[in-house]
Antibody, heavy 121, light 113 residues
Framework: QVQLVQSGGEVKEPGASVKVSCKAS????????ITWVRQDPGQGLEWMGW????????KYAQKLQGRVTMTSDTSTSTAYMELRSLRSDDTAMYYC??????????????WGQGTLVTVSS | DVVMTQSPLSLPVTLGQPASISCRSS???????????LNWFQQRPGQSPRRLIH???KRDSGVPDRFSGSGSGTDFTLRISRVEAEDVGVYYC??????????FGGGTKVEIK
């Protein structure tokens, strides 16, 4: 069965960076992409970006451009999301979800369990 | 970016009664390939989102048939024919037609009266 297992929660100081992993199993990693979505505490869902598992192509949310990098390691079927220059308003639950490989249409059938990132001094 | 507007914000429902959630997009969601990429997600307290409906009306595997989706163009609806206790949570619509970005509605909280 398809599974996406994310890394554990993180506590970071403002200005630091965080790297969240999303390990996929149960399907061919290179045949799909990964979309990252975050959710502020008690708030709605926000699209962060997408990476193709096939060729590593990426698309990022405009508001995060320059601070976010999404990468993948096909040898371990793992996607990564790195967010730099963290601010308090980056405190959120971060989710990965399986998507298409050639570009997203928001398939998002399978989701990770979420990773809570807390930014606090 | 396409703006997705959901209503109501909160929906108290009596067990066994129907519920309906509206979602409107700022642009038509008909893609050039002829599909309409409008999905509905359920998020129970403390859980990851779960996709219920894709492409307006296609129910995902394992989703009870009391859930149904309808609509076209810019107006869409999620209906629950008879609300059960396990349906409590927040429901989101999301468009994928005009990607990037994917955009979500603000959510509708379904609770039991």
């Amino acid at each position: 069965q398809v599974q996406l297992v994310q890394s554990g929660g993180e506590v970071k100081e403002p200005g630091a960076s965080v790297k969240v992993s999303c390990k996929a199993s149960g399907y061919t990693f290179t045949s799909y992409g990964i979309t990252w979505v975050r959710q502020d505490p008690g708030q709605g869902l926000e699209w962060m970006g997408w990476i193709s598992g096939y060729n590593g192509n990426t698309k990022y949310a405009q508001k995060l451009q320059g601070r976010v990098t999404m990468t993948s390691d096909t040898s371990t079927s793992t996607a990564y999301m790195e967010l730099r220059s963290l601010r308090s308003d980056d405190t959120a639950m971060y989710y990965c979800a399986r998507d298409r490989s050639g570009g997203s249409a928001g398939e998002l059938l399978h989701w990770g369990q979420g990773t809570l990132v807390t930014v606090s001094s | 970016d396409v703006v997705m507007t959901q209503s109501p914000l909160s929906l108290p429902v009596t067990l066994g009664q129907p519920a309906s959630i509206s979602c409107r997009s700022s642009q038509s969601l008909v893609h050039s390939d002829g599909n309409t990429y409008l999905n509905w997600f359920q998020q129970r307290p403390g859980q990851s989102p779960r996709r219920l409906i894709h492409r307006v009306s296609k129910r995902d595997s394992g989703v009870p048939d009391r859930f149904s989706g309808s609509g076209s163009g810019t107006d869409f609806t999620l209906r629950i024919s008879r609300v059960e206790a396990e349906d409590v949570g927040v429901y989101y619509c999301m468009q994928g037609t005009h990607w990037p970005p994917l955009t979500f509605g603000g959510g509708t909280k379904v609770e039991i009266k």
